[in-house]
């Protein structure tokens, strides 16, 4: 059983729409991590958070919005979306690579994952 | 881009037998880890190998790092019908918040 819960499963929106995925993780993880997954392709990372501040974006398109409320959940705003936005988004959380010195960053563990349909 | 490069992108063997997928990076890196992704669902992570290793076992999995070559190696060893599934390998560098994964390789295994 994974302990990084993502919600919705499935979403479906129109190019208009907006709407959020959530992603909640209580392992204690002050690291956390937004992957955007297209079929038959590897994840790419988009956002890490670390300590509830933005670390990395990777040059993801402002339609993209992320946010860390707290250290155990991580949201990704969605707004104006194309349909070429359409993947499997993937939470994934870890122990905050400062606590491992020079080894690293260390396991992620995923979500299952949010199936989004732009239309 | 992607850091890390998989072959082969695919691979069929009969349950029993060996499986072995590599991994090729160009930076240098921390560690590396090998994850598996059933279709469609989250990552599940295998095995980390750090920079200073060579060889490193779990179960009936087996890893190898040539840092020099810049290159990897996943074996997994008696291989059953639930193996069935992408594996993909990460790198991880200095600071260690960006894991970037490589482009995977899609095993199956026949029962």
């Known amino acids: 059983d994974t302990e990084v819960t993502q919600t919705p499963k499935h979403l479906v929106m129109g190019m208009t729409n907006k709407k959020s995925l959530k992603c909640e993780q209580h392992?204690?993880?002050?690291?956390m991590y937004w992957y955007k997954q297209k079929a038959k392709k590897p994840p790419e990372l988009m956002f890490v958070?670390?300590?509830?501040?933005?670390?990395i974006n990777e040059s993801v398109p402002s339609r993209f919005s992320p946010e860390c409320p707290n250290s155990s959940l991580l949201n990704l705003h969605l707004h104006a979306l194309q349909p070429e936005d359409s993947a499997l988004y993937l939470c994934?959380?870890?122990?905050?690579?400062?606590?491992?010195?020079?080894?690293?960053?260390?396991?992620?563990?995923f979500g299952e994952g949010s199936r989004l349909t732009v239309l | 881009s992607q850091q890390g490069e998989e072959d082969p992108q695919a691979l069929s063997i009969q349950e029993g037998e060996n499986a072995t997928m590599n991994c090729s990076y160009k930076?240098?890196?921390?560690?590396l880890q090998w994850y598996r992704q059933n279709s469609g669902r989250g990552l599940v992570h295998l095995i980390l190998?750090?920079?200073?290793?060579r060889e490193k076992h779990s179960g009936r999995l087996r890893v190898t790092l040539d840092t020099s070559k810049k290159s990897s190696s996943l074996l997994i060893t008696a291989s059953r019908a639930a193996d069935t599934a992408s594996y993909f390998c990460?790198?991880?560098?200095?600071?260690?918040?960006?894991?970037?994964f490589g482009a995977g390789t899609r095993l199956f295994v026949k029962a």
């Open positions: 994934a959380s870890s122990q905050a690579p400062l606590l491992h010195g020079s080894s690293g960053g260390g396991e992620l563990f």
């Open positions: 392992m204690g993880h002050r690291a």
């Open positions: 958070y670390s300590y509830e501040k933005l670390s």
């Open positions: 930076t240098s890196i921390n560690n």
């Open positions: 190998i750090r920079s200073n290793e």
């Open positions: 990460a790198t991880a560098f200095t600071g260690g918040f960006k894991t970037i």
